[in-house]
């Protein structure tokens, strides 16, 4: 009796469990859904808080749940919600001037110039931008040197050292545990999978990182210097040096213009719009303008569209979401975006490393049959490499910011191997088959030279085919692709120079040109794809996976954490790839 008892309570427990999860998930629904509806108020004399201390994405989303349509989410803050909101303020006669506040930026260079750019296009309305941290990192630094008054408090830092990146290589780990990954590889420049073959960084690894980190840094540099009227020379000797870390040393330098506390700077703010000290400042937090700019935006009336296709993340074969690009999500909205006759001309942002070989070519495909009946631009963004490139190079124009990192124009292959750790644990793989070549590959046994003739042989086809997509689409020669190709990155710079772009900005000028091509000169824009989700991505989102990734993280540590996640990314990573070496972080 006792037994059915704890039976019964335990099934009760169960069923009252799922019924108040069920619960959470219809509030929070609820609340999600109706965010993107509500109307935000501006007050008169207000000040735009631009902190950006949240995840920054090129396209916020719009996402559809099959079972639950009442959560359906279309955020706006994403990273052209952002720009288009500091261009909305510049004309809003309640918007004062723009706060930038303790940013801790969430966001890659590119985004960050792009950003950057919109607030110099801001500073043209005669608004006043002004910026304060308590701690400036080198990105934070950069955004915040356009303002037109520079705070720091006085027992603040600043870090402005240069650009760096740190690689891990795994060689003696996969000797020392048996784990292994088997790579082929084509392409010198190739360097996604050079931690899993060298214990040290290549020379031709190294030059191209070099390359780039230098390219970005100029870009950097020069941008400061004319903001704060100094030389690229005078950065560079702050940055060798450090002259600049305390707030002394940063007014010294001129990097800064005033050291001051948090309340010492809102008394500035309410004194520049003719507020009293013993009122509050009227402040909008850029999140919420950026929906208000977006309610604003829909009142356009014009019949014309340009879609804008994001492709967002790493490439993958299957449907994608806003965390990956996949064939599916993309392909069906460049069909929507082809087949809908309010729909102009196409613009396609990429903001990708690259990824699976075969979903490239079936998005170089789509694009091909759109450039028939609409023009397609590309908008590159912070990346655009490798498999990013190949669905970019057909476009009739292709336009990079001078900080994307692009090209990386290559190929490699792997497969998991767990035949050393196997060995080890004193356990063996026996196989049957009835043909000789029956099993292609077992992860319980070292790769054959038979295997490994197959896989060479296919990594070629798809770099063949890669490089004669690129000829074709950019008008070169396979030869001349290939003389700039072997997986070598390059910034938007050098691309450009090399003929891999066809001008340098960002989506401004992408749209400007799809607009010339449609010949038209006034539109709205359609944002797509528009990504589904099901249940089970439902609960995921609801922190399942992420309390399991915070208990690895504070059992491991950080640092051994990203190790584990590297492996078991790149343990996924079966069959031919296009893929740029994504986890180099830059500082």
């Not at 124009?397 to 497969?415: D, H, N, Q, W």
């Not at 990504?531 to 051994?560: H, P």
Request: hydrophobic fraction near 40%; include cysteine.
């Amino acid at each position: 009796m006792n037994f059915i008892k704890r039976v019964l309570s335990t099934v009760t427990g169960i069923f009252v469990f799922l019924f108040i999860c069920f619960g959470l998930i219809v509030v929070i629904g609820l609340i999600a859904g109706s965010s993107t509806d509500q109307k935000v108020m501006v007050r008169d004399n207000s000040i735009l808080d631009l902190k950006l201390d949240f995840p920054i994405k090129d396209y916020a989303g719009n996402t559809v749940f099959k079972q639950y349509s009442f959560m359906n989410e279309n955020r706006k803050d994403g990273l052209f919600n952002i720009i288009d909101a500091i261009k909305y303020a510049a004309t809003d006669e309640k918007i004062k001037g723009i706060s930038i506040d303790n940013n801790l930026i969430q966001a890659g260079f590119s985004q960050t110039k792009a950003i950057r750019d919109a607030l110099l296009e801001f500073k043209k309305s005669d608004k006043f931008i002004v910026a304060y941290a308590d701690v400036y990192s080198q990105k934070d630094y950069y955004l915040s040197s356009v303002a037109d008054t520079i705070y720091m408090n006085p027992a603040g830092m600043m870090e402005f050292n240069g650009l760096s990146t740190e690689l891990l290589y795994y060689k003696d780990f996969q000797d020392q545990t048996g784990l292994k990954m088997e790579v082929i590889r084509l392409g010198k420049y190739k360097s996604a999978v050079e931690p899993f073959l060298e214990n040290e960084m290549s020379e031709n690894n190294r030059e191209q990182i070099e390359g780039y980190l230098n390219g970005i840094w100029s870009v950097v540099k020069n941008d400061i210097a004319e903001s704060r009227n100094l030389t690229t020379d005078r950065l560079d000797a702050i940055a060798d040096d450090m002259l600049s870390r305390t707030p002394s040393l940063a007014k010294s330098t001129k990097m800064i213009d005033k050291i001051a506390y948090y309340d010492e700077y809102e008394k500035a703010i309410k004194q520049a719009i003719n507020v009293e000290d013993s009122k509050k400042i009227n402040t909008i937090s850029i999140k919420d303008y950026a929906l208000h700019t977006a309610n604003k935006l829909k009142t356009n009336t014009s019949t014309n569209r340009i879609a804008v296709i994001y492709a967002e993340g790493e490439i993958i074969y299957g449907e994608g979401d806003a965390q990956y690009v996949g064939q599916g999500a993309v392909n069906r909205s460049l069909k929507e975006a082809r087949e809908d006759d309010r729909v102009k001309a196409v613009v396609i942002r990429v903001n990708s490393p690259g990824g699976s070989a075969l979903a490239s070519e079936l998005i170089w495909r789509e694009i091909e049959l759109t450039k028939t009946v609409k023009p397609v631009i590309v908008s590159m963004g912070d990346l655009a490499a490798s498999g990013g490139y190949y669905i970019a190079c057909n476009a009739d124009k292709i336009i990079a910011e001078p900080t994307t990192i692009t090209g990386s124009i290559g190929v490699f292959g792997m497969l998991p191997n767990v035949k050393g750790l196997a060995d080890k644990w004193g356990i063996n793989a026996e196989q049957v088959s009835t043909n000789k070549n029956s099993i292609i590959y077992s992860v319980f046994e070292p790769m054959s030279d038979a295997q490994e003739m197959f896989i060479k042989g296919s990594i070629n086809d798809i770099y063949e085919l890669f490089t004669h997509r690129v000829a074709e689409g950019r008008g070169m020669t396979q030869d001349n692709v290939k003389a700039i190709a072997e997986g070598r990155v390059w910034t938007g710079v050098d691309a450009l120079n090399n003929g891999l772009v066809d001008a340098l900005g960002g989506m401004d000028l992408a749209l400007k040109y799809a607009a010339e091509a449609a010949d038209i000169e006034d539109y709205k824009i359609k944002e797509l794809p528009v990504f589904e989700k099901d249940l089970e991505k439902i609960l995921q989102s609801f922190g399942l996976t992420k309390a399991r990734e915070d208990i690895l993280k504070e059992e491991l540590g950080e640092t051994n954490y990203k190790i584990m996640q590297k492996i078991k990314s790149m343990s996924k990573k079966e069959g031919i790839q296009l893929l740029f070496p994504f986890s180099t972080e830059i500082k």
